[in-house]
């Protein structure tokens, strides 16, 4: 749940690492340890005077204008400013990015990347191989359409989700990435049986 800070605020984060938050920025919680996330839920005077929860689309609209207070970045090298790759950059963990980079264009991850690099520079962030880039399973290349959808019957959405990106920047085959879990039904259409 993401929380708006109320009062300029230091707090310990799920690692015990210790953070300045600003009045008026969000956090998540990952950005706050056990204790303050269970007092908050408690009802604490407290921290409630510190911390209001919010719903997803609020704090959507304050990170949006904590993302456009902070700018872009400059990146050595460049000669224009990098903008940030998401309206709502600011305060996303980087799981949240790479949930995001999972689906987007390879141009999209690139620019993430050099962001990164720019500020926070978060290795999980700088590091990440798109599934576009890599196979989404040991022999999937020598594998035909059928074998293929077979194993999207018996893996998590999320493998689906890496197989069908990888697709499309490689052979593209329509059965694969137009591939529907609630049409197929772990079955195999007959008219992909030879392909």
Known sequence: MPYLVK????????????????????VSDWELSDFIREK?????????ERYEPLLDHEAHHYRVKATKAAG??????????????????????PTEIIDRLRVASLDLVRHTQRFEESGLNRRVIVDYVSPAEREPWEDYDSKDVREILEKFSVVPDSAVADAIAYERSHKNRDAITTYDREVYEG?????FART
Not at 7 to 26: K, L, M, R
Not at 40 to 48: F, L, N
Not at 81 to 92: C, K, N
Request: glycine fraction near 8%; avoid cysteine; hydrophobic fraction near 30%.
């Open 40 to 48: 908050i839920a408690e009802g604490s005077q407290h921290y409630r």
């Open 72 to 93: 872009p970045r400059y990146v050595p090298g460049d000669d224009q400013p990098m903008q940030p790759p998401f309206d709502d950059y600011v305060g996303l963990h």
């Open 7 to 26: 009062q300029h605020i230091t707090a310990v984060d799920v690692n015990g690492d210790a953070h300045v938050h600003p009045e008026g920025s969000v």
């Open 187 to 191: 079955r195999v259409p007959e008219a």
